[in-house]
């Protein structure tokens, strides 16, 4: 079954928690995209999977509604002291996000990470040259306008774990 192929290459992966919801449930908002406009990561424009490249509110929606359940997935790491330890902790969460991938290639599946698509070194979209890899693109979960934040405080997941440690969510969409 499905379902049980994708929990057992979470728990092979490794994650802090997880929870199984309906993706009529997953909370978009439009203050999301307002604020990725903001660009303090650097995508906004500049990767396909980022808005407003990654298409309207809309467009993104339907990308999770064709599929009707969704596990969230999250990763608590520490930031360092003076968050000195924010690009290992990205490189740490993308690895494993990219071994549950690896898991799951044959399956009917779409995974959706933190920040922008990451497959290619640079997104062609900084050059403004099409997508290289349409069909593999890498969605992302605030690029998409998913209020992370709301979300898991329904689902009593943990965002801020205090000390200078985050949540990194992921989403696997079935
Ligand atoms: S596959 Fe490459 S070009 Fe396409 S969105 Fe991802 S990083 Fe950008």
């Known amino acids: 079954m499905l379902r049980d192929k994708i929990i057992n290459a979470i728990n092979e992966v490794g ?6 919801i309906s993706s009529a449930d997953i909370i978009f908002a439009d203050a999301v995209f ?4 903001a660009n303090t990561c650097g995508n906004y424009g500049l990767n396909y ?5 990654s298409g309207d509110m809309d ?3 339907q990308r999770f509604l064709n599929y009707d359940h969704a596990i969230i997935l999250n990763k608590i790491m520490f930031l360092g002291e003076y968050y000195e330890k924010m690009e290992d902790s990205m490189t740490e969460v993308f690895e494993r996000l990219d071994e549950l991938r690896q ?12 920040g922008g ?13 099409p997508c290289r890899f349409p069909e593999k693109k890498r969605y992302s979960m605030e690029g998409s306008g998913m209020d992370i934040v709301s979300m898991s405080r329904k689902l009593g997941m943990i965002y801020n774990a205090g000390d200078k440690k985050v949540g990194f969510f992921m989403m696997v969409l079935y």
């Open 15 to 20: 994650f802090d928690e997880y929870k199984e």
């Open 34 to 37: 307002a604020s990725c406009k």
């Open 49 to 53: 999977a980022c808005p407003p490249l």
């Open 59 to 61: 467009e993104n929606k």
């Open 103 to 114: 898991k799951l290639k044959d399956e009917p599946v779409m995974i959706a990470g933190p």
């Open 117 to 129: 698509c990451n497959l290619c070194k640079e997104c062609a979209a900084k050059t403004s040259e």
